[in-house]
């Protein structure tokens, strides 16, 4: 059973650009969950979709943005690039498990290190 | 303060010696994780947990839900146990989020 896929692994932008990256789930799961790792603040929650539709949001502005496709695979983009929007970006697929779905395991990707120059 | 407690932020040992690594938290959670994230920087999940103890191999991982606290051990340590481990815990409350520590860097010297 393949992994979580993350593409690309690594990304070097220049200040005021735009970027895009995707996060291919473990077949058969449908919800997508989106994180910040950076040295100074570690793991942080981005947003999560399901079933294409943005569940849940972290404390971001609103040059982060994604979206989940029909087939699961999600993308996030973050315009006007910052220095500080250097980090590893994990996303991690899951799949309910229990009851009530509350407690649900992540399956995490390699991240995608970007360096905003 | 944190949400997510771990101790110590970083731990030396010597092979073979046991180790644990400590998580505590403030908030009402439904599952608390243990993750393990090598220096390439994927992360992988090691634990699951939402009561009592789960034994895998040489780890196991203990909560403790009234005390709101958890640890990761690991018994008969090999220096390709050096990693980050990182304690993840799901609110139970409002979005749901994982809310992570801030990890410990454990380094096994041969």
């Known amino acids: 059973k393949a992994g979580v896929t993350q593409t690309p692994r690594y990304l070097i932008k220049t200040r005021g650009q735009q970027v895009t990256l995707s996060c291919s789930p473990i077949?058969?799961?449908?919800?997508v969950s989106w994180y910040q790792q950076t040295p100074g603040q570690g793991l942080q929650f981005l947003f999560e979709?399901?079933?294409?539709?943005?569940?849940n949001k972290g404390n971001f502005p609103g040059r982060f943005s994604g979206r989940q496709f029909s087939n699961s695979r999600s993308e996030m983009n973050v315009s006007t690039l910052e220095l500080g929007d250097s980090a590893l970006y994990l996303c991690?697929?899951?799949?309910?498990?229990?009851?009530?779905?509350?407690?649900?395991?992540?399956?995490f990707g390699q991240g995608t290190r970007l360096t905003v120059v | 303060k944190n949400e997510v407690e771990q101790s110590p932020q970083n731990l030396t040992a010597q092979e073979g010696e046991f180790i644990t690594i400590n998580c505590s938290y403030s908030?009402?959670?439904?599952?608390l994780h243990w993750l393990q994230q090598h220096p390439g920087g994927g992360i992988v999940s090691l634990f699951m947990?939402?009561?009592g103890k789960k034994k895998h191999g040489r780890l196991i991982a203990t909560i403790n839900i009234q005390e709101k606290h958890s640890s990761l051990h690991i018994t008969a340590s090999h220096p390709r146990d050096s990693a980050v481990y990182i304690c993840?815990?799901?609110?139970?409350?409002?979005?749901?989020?994982?809310?992570f520590g801030q990890g410990t860097r454990l380094t096994i010297n041969p």
């Open positions: 991690a697929s899951t799949r309910a498990v229990g009851q009530g779905g509350l407690n649900t395991e992540a399956f």
């Open positions: 077949s058969g799961h449908r919800s």
């Open positions: 979709y399901f079933s294409e539709t943005q569940r």
């Open positions: 908030v009402g959670i439904s599952a």
């Open positions: 947990l939402s009561s």
């Open positions: 993840a815990v799901r609110e139970l409350q409002g979005a749901q989020k994982l809310v």
